[in-house]
């Protein structure tokens, strides 16, 4: 070290100051010191100045400098410290070593002339702290930094040890899944998220019992889809990055798996390749329609004016009858179909829509009756207006309830509410207690001319679906077979339009 040493000593007993002193002078123009004999004078030059080294006495006039020292450290005076000691006293040296001093010398010859050097190694040792502390401080920051950005990420992210017990579960995780930490740290997953589904959790399971034997081999898996199911009961698609997690010796002793949640690209997706074959089969179906029209036409006024003849049999007639219901069902197929592939045009205007179910269930209501099926309707709060054509969504409601009322021939209970979710928009659910959709007909029930009903075209759910798409509204099914269907309809909202019902939720039993 060449550079100039700045000293300020604290001490009283001149023959050891005079000692040291001797021992500086070999290199003047290294040293610079001060003198002292009091803490009060010392902390004040400290205050005032700037010094490489503090040699500290216990004994100065005001005190003693342990006690002197313990203030400097509750003041934050911060300074690297050689602590003079009488001969022979380890005890009080041991105590100035916890308050911080860097090393300590007694009051001797041999001491005084080991001076620079003990200097020396305290200023490169004091240096030497800092830059660890230096370090310690960036590395904590970065730890800290780099936990934050994990814990905060949007994405699920957790860790398993070899067991598939949860060791890790970030705030991503809460959010997607619904689980707080503390409710999955120590237990298996496969407990709380796989889909309750018996079959589906069996597949689910095979699955990753394969995925572990190759992350057991040191492969990483990318973006592999699973169904998976939140606290609150729903089903959701996620894409699941899996890495194998090593310790210090190189052993895999867990995963680390990165979960997105990607149910609404799945549900936009087969929106989109369901509406590009709705499109194709439109264009299909009008052709046809129109070309069974015409014929049908003249089918129906030929048995018509058969109908007229006055000479007819009993039998005749009743065969020229069923002839005209059949020729009638057709055309209604034939109107189906038409609508299908060109919907009449759309009539928009501000609607109330809590009226606009209630007027739905109204025209239903023998058949609800007749079924012996229970209707409650929740209106939610604060519903605005919607731009709609009150005709084609009515028409949506309709084909909706009377698919509830067909699920449930023994009798059931139809529950419909409205309500205005997290993004604003108008939710319209009606849940039924019903026989349920399979699963595997839970993707085709949209599809033109699918069903599983003996009457009926297949076109009602297709139709709605178009109407909602034309509105810019989205419909979502949730079913399970042997307890029933819930469809939910989120209609987009204009901000200008006013509140309705703002007295707050209703819930009204509508049986008459």
Request: glycine letters at 6%; hydrophobic letters at 40%; charged letters at 30%.
């Amino acid at each position: 070290m060449n550079s100039i040493i700045r000293i300020l000593i604290a001490e009283c007993n001149i023959d050891f100051l005079n000692m040291i002193e001797n021992t500086l002078r070999i290199e003047p123009n290294r040293f610079i010191i001060e003198k002292v004999d009091s803490g009060v004078e010392c902390m004040k030059r400290l205050k005032e100045k700037r010094f490489d080294l503090l040699l500290m006495g216990n004994l100065l006039i005001d005190g003693n400098g342990l006690d002197w020292l313990r203030r400097f450290n509750a003041m934050g005076i911060s300074i690297p410290t050689i602590f003079i000691t009488e001969k022979g006293d380890s005890k009080l040296a041991l105590e100035a070593m916890k308050e911080g001093v860097f090393d300590y010398i007694n009051r001797s010859a041999e001491c005084a002339k080991a001076l620079p050097f003990v200097v020396n190694r305290a200023i490169e040792g004091y240096h030497l702290m800092l830059e660890k502390v230096r370090l310690q401080k960036e590395l904590i920051e970065a730890k800290n930094f780099l936990e934050s950005i994990v814990e905060n990420e949007g994405d699920a992210i957790s860790v398993v040890d070899l067991e598939g017990k949860v060791i890790y579960w970030n705030k991503g995780a809460e959010r997607i899944y619904g689980f707080k930490k503390e409710e999955v740290l120590g237990k298996n997953l496969s407990q709380f998220i796989y889909p309750e589904d018996e079959r589906v959790k069996m597949e689910e399971e095979r699955l990753m019992n394969q995925l572990i034997s190759k992350l057991l081999n040191g492969d990483v898996i990318s973006n592999h889809e699973a169904r998976r199911r939140t606290k609150d009961g729903r089903e959701i698609i996620i894409s699941m990055t899996i890495s194998p997690l090593r310790n210090a010796q190189g052993e895999i002793i867990g995963f680390s798996k990165i979960c997105k949640d990607i149910t609404e690209i799945k549900k936009t997706e087969e929106r989109l390749i369901l509406t590009e074959r709705l499109s194709s089969l439109g264009e299909l179906t009008a052709g046809v329609a129109h070309e069974l029209r015409n014929p049908l036409a003249g089918i129906k006024i030929n048995t018509q004016i058969l109908l007229r003849n006055k000479d007819l049999s009993e039998t005749e007639k009743k065969l020229l009858k069923s002839t005209e219901e059949g020729i009638e069902k057709i055309q209604k197929i034939v109107d189906d179909m038409l609508n299908f592939a060109k919907p009449r045009p759309t009539h928009f205007e501000n609607v109330d829509i809590n009226e606009l179910i209630e007027r739905s269930l109204e025209i239903l209501q023998t058949k609800l009756k007749k079924a012996n099926i229970s209707t409650f309707f929740e209106k939610g709060m604060k519903i605005p207006e919607l731009k709609v054509d009150p005709h084609q969504i009515q028409q949506v409601f309709i084909n909706l309830i009377l698919n509830s009322i067909q699920a449930m021939q023994n009798g059931g209970t139809l529950s419909l509410k409205t309500f205005l979710d997290k993004d604003g928009k108008v939710g319209v659910e009606i849940r039924d207690t019903g026989i349920g959709i399979p699963r595997e007909n839970l993707k085709k029930i949209f599809d033109p001319f699918f069903t599983t009903k003996s009457e009926g075209t297949g076109l009602g759910l297709s139709i709605s679906l178009k109407i909602l798409e034309n509105h810019e509204a989205t419909i979502d099914v949730m079913s399970k077979e042997g307890e029933g269907s819930t469809f939910i309809i989120y209609f987009p909202v204009q901000k200008t339009l006013k509140s309705i019902g703002e007295e707050g939720n209703e819930i009204q039993d509508i049986n008459h």
